[in-house]
């Protein structure tokens, strides 16, 4: 069976997607730079339990790097699929370290759309996207035709920039794509800079947590069971012709106060809450239409926020053992990504 290239295995939905692909038997090739940009523990942890399976093969590169992706590249002439999910993540993150976006994001894109039009039997390059491209818009649910050029953030504009750079490459190269646009993904073995993690990490160690707008900002919540199932049905389906972007979420606007309210019931703590107006970079409201990736391949979410927030509690709980040891970038309030 030909090998499968999974980028940002270290990462948390590229994680589950590789373990998901090698629990059904494909081999997958595995790329990762192990950044900083949180505790590289859990990053580590992450790669320790897909290295207990004999078709894990990983090699730690920047998928900026050029050359390295290059070399890379030229060894796995009988690769057929690339899954493209290593990034900078983090929207507020963006507006301390623009230039991290950039380089990750822009480049690591390019990079890889080079990589794509050079392995002689690629059949399909599926690529993170982000709900955040959205920006500004303010009609919902967010459709995939809805204009997306009034960007929030630089992540934002990152994850633009990588949608028009793979239009423009299918058109020169005929190289078949889609774009996922991911709407804030939760679940275990998750990002500790983002909102769910952090708030339960507040909770447990009775710090406060900040509520932008009184907990009034909704995001369409995503587990990553759904994500995952959503990438490999698309994976599984290149497109017969052209480039696409989907969006993938859980088609349901959940308030953050909800989300906070349900971290409390599962771990029996309540919530030391501070409140401060909402960042310039944080839109009101994201909700997803799915019309497009469930006609496209059956793609309905399953899980609700209660249910997902349980298991995730129940992951916390075992995994941290009441002493959450993973470190975060100290940014106050929500990491609300895409």
């Not at 750079?165 to 889609?178: D, I, K, N, R």
């Not at 509520?211 to 199932?229: E, H, S």
């Not at 496209?296 to 075992?318: D, M, T």
Request: proline share 6%; net charge neutral; glycine share 10%.
């Amino acid at each position: 069976m030909a090998p499968v290239l999974v980028t940002g295995t270290a990462g948390f939905i590229g994680y589950h997607v590789a373990e998901s692909l090698l629990r059904r038997g494909t081999p997958v090739i595995g790329v990762d730079n192990v950044n900083h940009y949180y505790d590289v523990r859990l990053k580590q942890a992450r790669l320790s339990r897909l290295s207990r399976y004999p078709a894990f093969v990983f090699h730690r590169v920047d998928v900026s790097d050029r050359a390295a992706m290059e070399r890379l590249g030229s060894g796995i002439p009988d690769c057929e699929v690339i899954v493209h999910l290593a990034a900078q993540a983090g929207v507020r993150y963006s507006l301390v370290d623009p230039f991290a976006y950039v380089q990750s994001n822009v480049m690591g894109h390019l990079v890889m759309l080079e990589v794509a039009r050079s392995l002689p039997r690629l059949r399909h390059l599926v690529y993170a996207s982000s709900s955040s491209v959205y920006g500004a818009n303010r009609r919902l649910p967010f459709d995939e035709s809805d204009r997306v050029d009034s960007p929030l953030s630089v992540y934002a504009a990152t994850k633009r920039a990588d949608e028009l750079l793979s239009f423009a490459y299918e058109h020169l190269y005929q190289v078949p794509q889609t774009g996922l646009r991911f709407f804030t993904v939760y679940g275990p073995w998750g990002r500790p800079d983002m909102a769910y993690y952090s708030f339960a990490r507040a909770i447990m160690l009775g710090e406060p947590i900040t509520l932008y707008d009184g907990g009034r900002l909704k995001r369409d919540f995503t587990f990553i069971d759904d994500i995952v199932a959503g990438v490999l049905g698309c994976m599984d389906r290149p497109p017969s012709g052209g480039s696409r972007v989907l969006n993938i979420g859980n088609h349901q606007a959940e308030s953050v106060l909800t989300l906070v309210e349900l971290l409390e019931a599962g771990l029996g703590r309540k919530a030391v809450v501070r409140e401060a107006p909402r960042p310039e970079a944080d839109v009101e409201a994201t909700f997803a239409a799915v019309d497009a990736i469930g006609s496209l391949c059956g793609f309905a979410p399953r899980v609700s926020l209660a249910e997902g927030i349980g298991r995730f509690v129940a992951w916390f709980r075992v995994h941290h053992q009441f002493q959450p040891t993973f470190g975060f970038r100290p940014l106050d309030g929500l990491g609300l990504g895409g």
